[in-house]
């Protein structure tokens, strides 16, 4: 196009001086420039739309990536801050960095423009190089000297932006708003968010000042330069050996080429700083997990016959000196339901998550029918369990989806989430939602329903039922139930399960009374084991908690 320029100008230039005037070929290199014109505007708009439809589709495939690897990961490690930092690094490349393969894409387009433009000007006047060279050069030194440096604030600052964007959601949702108001915690979150959010900030504004700064400095340096070489193309041009055609290619070849090197060197620069941030996104895919022995896994029994047995189980978080659990012996029969009393802290969750596989023990084993249960696949050896904690997952989605997590592949049997939802006495809350099944829950998006923290419940202990498993746990399944609902589902609970293995985790020992043995925990030691009956003639803890529990009611 600039080429077309020069001769469109220099054409014009040759008829003001013929005296008989031809335009044939002035209309023809106007023709060409105008579709060179629409053939540019045509490039850039599918370029355009590449990099959106490339964008939501990088996006969409970085954040399923992400989702499928926190799932393949140890709970240890999910619940260790050093991990949520590399998630939360890798989460902000799920958006936006698609601009590192457009710019790549870019410095290969520029690249032929620039040879291309190289090669006009070396024809016309070779030594307008030099000048060129030296108009860059402050361009280069200033990318050199601020390379990573984005990068490198925004990493060392991960872990308070996380901490950030905690405070925004603590100071502005549904879930925290009762105590934010009734403790008037407004203008504390807001000025501890404003401080902290302050700190980054100056930061952030004096790397922005000194980039700006030495930018602008470089800028002058390299502005100079090119006017160096305006000024002796003008002199050549009056000098009567360049054409007004050969002033306007030269001019705006220079500037053109002096723009797209700058634009090449800041691009790479940035293509670099880029690459360092997606290389937080693949650092978090390539996360490993402590792998088990590859000896080939052993088939899982169709019917448990002997049931679990802990010997000699230790635990303790990594990094942690002090013992969660240690010198656990008991066994969990076949058939038989087993309640864990203790205080808080005495480690009956800690011995549920050792059960199902999330937390490898320190030392020691676990026994299924004789069998080490790490000998078995961990995925199919999960399934086993149907499991409700005490702080299940309160899915914002339809209810039906909330009660089909138990066993999702069944989202479509209707008769299997009725009767898991009548085992539950959920079908008391369907009843009363507009929608039934297909009521949104929760407030988060249009037309949701919230519930009570019994209703949840309900549908919770549904999601257990759900899925048709060898094992049943529940976690304190029915504190947010009332007395006669709490009843009636243990009534049911041990009909349901009769014949199958249960653990019981409860404070409440009405509930437990219904349980086969009770084990009793202190301080991470099994204190006692055996029936109510037992327990209450050994006159230990069982026993002074029962009585104290009991003596409310009177």
């Known amino acids: ?13 040759l008829q003001i001086e013929a005296d008989i005037k031809d335009l044939d070929r002035l209309w023809l290199l106007v023709a060409a420039e105008f579709g060179l014109a629409i053939i540019s505007d045509l490039l850039s708009r599918g370029i355009s739309l ?8 990088y996006s969409i495939d970085t954040s399923v ?10 709970l240890d490690q999910l619940e260790d801050s050093e991990f949520y930092d590399k998630l939360e690094r890798a989460r902000q490349q799920t958006t936006g960095r698609v601009g590192l393969m457009s710019n790549i894409l870019t410095q290969g387009e520029d690249m032929i423009v620039i040879i291309s433009l190289l090669v006009g000007v070396v024809a016309f006047e070779p030594w307008l190089i030099i000048l060129l060279v030296v108009s860059i050069i402050p361009t280069i030194i200033n990318e050199i000297k601020f390379s990573g440096t984005s990068y490198s604030l925004a990493r060392s600052w991960t872990q308070e932006r996380r901490e950030l964007d905690y405070l925004r959601y603590a100071g502005a949702s549904d879930v925290t708003a009762k105590e934010v108001k009734l403790f008037g915690l407004s203008n504390y979150l807001a000025d501890r968010f404003k401080g902290l959010s302050d700190k980054y900030y100056l930061q952030s504004k004096r790397l922005a000042k000194q980039r700006a700064g030495w930018g602008s400095f470089f800028n002058v340096i390299g502005t100079s330069a ?13 000098a009567g050996i360049f054409s007004l055609g050969d002033l306007t290619f030269l001019s705006g070849s220079f500037n053109k080429l002096r723009s797209k090197l700058q634009g090449f060197f800041t691009r790479f620069t940035q293509i670099t700083e880029s690459a360092l941030y997606l290389q937080d996104y693949f650092e978090f895919l390539d996360l490993t997990y402590a792998e088990r022995d590859n000896e080939d896994k052993l088939p899982l029994p169709q019917e448990i016959k002997i049931g679990f047995e802990f010997k000699n189980i230790g635990f303790k978080y990594p990094k942690s000196e002090s013992w969660v659990v240690r010198n656990i012996n008991f066994q969990l029969r076949a058939g038989e339901k087993l309640a864990f009393v203790g205080e808080n802290g005495a480690g009956k969750t800690t011995l549920i998550k050792l059960l ?8 020691g084993k676990i026994l299924l029918d004789g069998i080490p249960i790490k ?5 199919a050896y999960q399934q086993y369990f149907g499991v409700i904690f005490q702080d299940f997952v309160k899915f914002e989605l339809t209810l039906r989806e909330n009660i089909a997590m138990g066993e999702i592949g069944e989202i479509s049997n209707q008769t299997r989430i009725d009767g898991a939802a009548e085992k539950s006495l959920a079908r008391e809350v369907v009843k009363d939602l507009p929608l039934g099944y297909e009521q949104p829950l929760g407030k988060r998006f249009k037309h949701g329903k919230d519930l009570s923290g019994g209703q949840w419940q309900k ?16 976690d304190e399944p029915t504190s947010a139930l009332d007395a006669r609902a709490e009843t009636e589902a243990f009534q049911r609970f041990i009909k349901l399960t009769l014949g199958k293995t249960a653990v019981i985790i409860s ?16 301080d991470g030691a099994v204190l006692e084991i055996g029936t109510h009956k037992e327990l209450m003639q050994n006159d230990k803890l069982y026993a002074e908690l029962f009585n104290l529990q009991a003596a409310g009611y009177q």
């Open 459 to 474: 549908i919770a202990i549904a999601r257990a039922y759900m899925k048709d498993s060898e094992v049943l746990i529940l």
């Open 226 to 238: 090119y006017y160096v070489a305006y000024i002796f193309i003008i002199f050549r041009t009056v």
């Open 356 to 363: 199902l596989q999330f937390y490898e023990p320190t030392e």
């Open 50 to 57: 590449s990099d959106a439809l490339l964008g939501d589709q």
């Open 507 to 522: 404070h409440r020992f009405s509930t437990v009374r219904i349980a086969d043995r009770i084990m009793v925990l202190k």
């Open 1 to 13: 196009m600039l080429l077309l320029g020069k001769l469109i100008i220099d054409e014009v230039v």
């Open 375 to 379: 000998k078995y696949d961990q995925a």
């Open 65 to 74: 990536k992400i989702i499928k690897k926190t799932s393949e990961l140890n």
